[in-house]
């Protein structure tokens, strides 16, 4: 076995934070666009992310950090949604015209107020009270509670809520067990990619670890989400020694990015930014703010790390990307073995880079956490033990490679 480097701690951590901004910094060369608040999406998007309308509409909705750069989620661990944030806010704010429900309902109220957060979205606020007034109030007051609701429903914030789980706002996908997910619509469409992509003068990248250069970030920083693994499907999340000796080698990348098209995000009309401005502005005060509702405060939204103080404003496409990364490990027969595996590639034949359910594939920066993506790749290690991955982009096709984030701050 080859010695391994013993990076551990913060060490490794401050070592995958500069192997994540070394490389940003290459991307947004490439792209030439101003890095100022521009997020990395590091990791492959699956297929499906760009070739239907609700993945793209997955894409626009992720809830951004504070880092510069993230990384593609593990399979089985749910990213935050915009989308979901910011009907915990609406259901956190009190209605903007006093109708007296509130006072009718009395110690009640805080009973409904849970269950009317905790309704599913498909279903309308008039059917969840009624069926809430059934069961917890008695007959003699429903008639006149179901009434004062009526009045409250024509409330905006009480509308709000309604179009929020409004299928006509939705993109459907099926998901990988069969059952089908209503995603909060964007308006994105492979047509509209395809319509935005437009050829980079020079998208050449370059990357070496050994002379790696920084990026400005602008409002963002270089720690933030957790660090992800070089090497995917790793158990129980431990850095083994294969993945330490790829984190600790030389690496070289060269290719370049034929075509980019940057996106504005748009969210249709389950979304109103008035409400989202009309909390931020109001402060922690008790006459925006619902004190009975469970769902969050003024500062679980917007604190230093509230849930929707950022957002994506535009999302970063490419296609046509050709890469050709080099891991200088000297690596000996068992670590190539291992690292072959990983990979998912049969060594000297190109394939499709495809995740199994059991785990993902590939090599930093482009490992796959699940599904098939728009990537063909072959690999090949030469006498001196170097691994050499060669990636390109299936022609037609094209990757979400990160995005700008706004703050509330700029909501009109």
Same mark, same amino acid.
């Given at each position: 076995?080859?010695?391994?480097?013993?990076?551990?701690?913060?060490?490794?951590?401050?070592?995958?934070?500069?192997?994540?901004?070394?490389?940003?910094?290459?991307?947004?060369?490439?792209?030439?666009?101003?890095?100022?608040?521009?997020?990395?999406?590091?990791?492959?998007?699956?297929?499906?992310?760009?070739?239907?309308?609700?993945? =793209?509409?997955?894409?626009?909705? !992720? *809830?951004? #950090?504070?880092?510069?750069?993230? +990384?593609? @989620?593990?399979? %089985?661990?749910?990213?935050?949604?915009?989308?979901?944030?910011?009907?915990?806010?609406?259901?956190?704010?009190?209605?903007?015209?006093?109708?007296?429900?509130?006072?009718?309902?009395?110690?009640?109220?805080?009973?409904?107020?849970?269950?009317?957060?905790?309704?599913?979205?498909?279903?309308?606020?008039?059917?969840?009270?009624?069926?809430?007034?059934?069961?917890?109030?008695?007959?003699?007051?429903?008639?006149?509670?179901?009434?004062?609701?009526?009045?409250?429903?024509?409330?905006?914030?009480?509308?709000?809520?309604?179009?929020?789980?409004? =299928?006509?706002?939705?993109?459907? !996908? *099926?998901? #990988?067990?069969?059952?089908?997910? +209503?995603? @909060?619509?964007? %308006?994105?469409?492979?047509?509209?990619?395809?319509?935005?992509?437009?050829?980079?003068?020079?998208?050449?990248?370059?990357?070496?670890?050994?002379?790696?250069?920084?990026?400005?970030?602008?409002?963002?920083?270089?720690?933030?989400?957790?660090?992800?693994?070089?090497?995917?499907?790793?158990?129980?999340?431990?850095?083994?020694?294969?993945?330490?000796?790829?984190?600790?080698?030389?690496?070289?990348?060269?290719?370049?990015?034929?075509?980019?098209?940057?996106?504005?995000?748009?969210?249709?009309?389950?979304?109103?930014?008035?409400?989202?401005?009309?909390?931020?502005?109001?402060?922690?005060?008790?006459?925006?703010?619902?004190?009975?509702?469970?769902?969050?405060?003024?500062?679980?939204?917007?604190?230093?790390?509230?849930?929707?103080?950022?957002?994506?404003?535009?999302?970063?496409?490419?296609?046509?990307?050709?890469?050709?990364?080099?891991?200088?490990?000297?690596?000996?027969?068992?670590?190539?073995?291992?690292?072959?595996?990983?990979?998912?590639?049969?060594?000297?034949?190109?394939?499709?880079?495809?995740?199994?359910?059991?785990?993902?594939?590939?090599?930093?920066?482009?490992?796959?956490?699940?599904?098939?993506?728009?990537?063909?790749?072959?690999?090949?290690?030469?006498?001196?033990?170097?691994?050499?991955?060669?990636?390109?982009?299936?022609?037609?096709?094209?990757?979400?490679?990160?995005?700008?984030?706004?703050?509330?701050?700029?909501?009109?």
């Amino acid at each position: 076995m080859s010695e391994l480097v013993d990076f551990g701690g913060q060490r490794l951590s401050h070592l995958y934070s500069s192997l994540d901004m070394g490389w940003r910094a290459s991307v947004v060369k490439a792209l030439n666009i101003n890095a100022s608040n521009f997020q990395l999406l590091c990791g492959s998007t699956t297929i499906e992310n760009a070739t239907t309308n609700a993945g =793209l509409s997955l894409l626009a909705d !992720r *809830l951004p #950090s504070c880092s510069a750069v993230v +990384h593609i @989620p593990a399979q %089985g661990k749910c990213a935050p949604r915009f989308s979901t944030e910011y009907r915990r806010l609406l259901g956190a704010i009190l209605p903007e015209t006093g109708v007296g429900l509130r006072g009718y309902l009395g110690d009640s109220y805080g009973s409904w107020v849970k269950t009317r957060n905790r309704a599913r979205s498909c279903f309308s606020q008039r059917t969840v009270f009624a069926q809430w007034a059934q069961q917890h109030l008695p007959p003699g007051k429903q008639e006149q509670a179901n009434a004062l609701f009526d009045l409250a429903a024509h409330d905006p914030v009480s509308s709000a809520r309604d179009l929020h789980g409004n =299928l006509r706002f939705r993109d459907m !996908r *099926l998901r #990988s067990s069969g059952q089908i997910e +209503h995603v @909060p619509s964007y %308006g994105l469409t492979p047509a509209r990619v395809r319509a935005a992509l437009f050829p980079i003068q020079d998208g050449r990248l370059r990357f070496d670890s050994d002379e790696m250069h920084k990026a400005d970030t602008g409002e963002l920083t270089w720690l933030g989400a957790g660090h992800a693994s070089r090497l995917p499907n790793l158990r129980n999340g431990n850095f083994d020694s294969l993945e330490r000796r790829v984190a600790s080698s030389r690496i070289t990348i060269t290719g370049e990015i034929a075509k980019r098209a940057v996106l504005p995000i748009l969210p249709m009309g389950w979304y109103d930014p008035a409400f989202v401005t009309r909390a931020f502005n109001a402060g922690p005060c008790r006459e925006v703010w619902d004190g009975w509702s469970d769902t969050g405060r003024w500062s679980t939204f917007f604190g230093s790390n509230g849930l929707i103080r950022r957002h994506l404003t535009q999302l970063v496409m490419v296609s046509g990307m050709r890469l050709s990364i080099s891991v200088h490990g000297r690596f000996d027969d068992a670590e190539r073995a291992g690292l072959a595996a990983r990979l998912g590639l049969n060594s000297g034949h190109e394939g499709r880079v495809v995740a199994p359910k059991s785990g993902g594939v590939g090599v930093w920066p482009f490992a796959l956490r699940e599904g098939a993506s728009d990537l063909m790749g072959q690999m090949r290690f030469d006498d001196a033990g170097t691994l050499h991955v060669s990636l390109r982009q299936i022609p037609g096709t094209f990757q979400c490679v990160g995005a700008r984030v706004g703050t509330v701050q700029g909501v009109e």
